[in-house]
């Protein structure tokens, strides 16, 4: 009875780890095929001409952060299973923290699908006649962008902190993890909303991908681990 109890933890988290796994990995593609269309150094209509212009890398990095958000989501439910019986309620506190961040990512995608319409049906074809209806109603798509992403980060960034307070609870979050998630992660919440552009925040954003990693390849390889045989007296 107790082997089996074991073999089925051991699926659990292989899954959760596999999913996890899968997770940063999508997050990691959908900051490399980013289109950070706002730059604090050019005006909004240099912003709006290089949309106009890139309207396929925009349909691209806005199907990347839907597939993380929706990749974010499954991982949930495995997440939840693997501390089942460990942890009372702090799981789900952590997932939250997971549901937040696609929540985020979704809003921040489904922003650019607005945005990307707006572009393809010519709305930008002479940017000089725009009247300021239109000026105001991008600029507020743009502005909605910005909140979603910082908002989804932030999530992230308290999952990370979860994560990384749950060795205090279990043993299997190994320290280096503890210690990259536990610094990384209010570092990225702070420079989310005070200085979004500094490089301490793409190091924190990479520190963290860093730990959840490792606390990953740590419980699959844990679930891999063969089952002790029961010895017959």
């Not at 995608?109 to 049906?121: C, K, P, R, S, V």
Request: aromatic fraction near 12%.
């Amino acid at each position: 009875m107790q082997t089996e109890l074991r073999k089925k933890q051991r699926r659990r988290e292989i899954l959760a780890g596999l999913t996890i796994i899968l997770a940063v990995a999508s997050y990691i593609t959908a900051l490399l095929l980013d289109l950070n269309f706002v730059s604090p150094y050019a005006t909004l209509q240099e912003d709006l001409s290089y949309l106009s212009n890139h309207q396929s890398n925009l349909q691209i990095s806005v199907w990347a952060w839907l597939g993380t958000s929706l990749i974010t989501f499954i991982s949930i439910p495995p997440f939840i299973l693997l501390f089942h019986k460990r942890m009372k309620v702090f799981q789900y506190v952590n997932a939250f923290w997971l549901l937040g961040a696609s929540a985020g990512f979704l809003m921040m995608g489904i922003t650019g699908i607005d945005l990307y319409q707006q572009l393809a049906g010519g709305l930008l074809s002479d940017l000089q006649e725009s009247d300021e209806e239109i000026w105001i109603k991008l600029l507020g798509l743009f502005q909605d962008e910005q909140f979603y992403r910082y908002v989804g980060s932030s999530f992230v960034g308290l999952f990370a902190i979860g994560l990384g307070l749950t060795r205090f609870k279990l043993r299997r979050v190994p320290i280096v993890s503890m210690v990259l998630l536990l610094i990384c992660g209010p570092t990225m919440i702070f420079f989310n909303w005070h200085d979004p552009e500094h490089l301490i925040r793409t190091g924190a954003m990479a520190g963290i991908m860093i730990g959840v990693t490792i606390f990953s390849v740590r419980i699959i390889n844990k679930g891999l681990d063969e089952v002790p045989k029961q010895t017959t007296p």
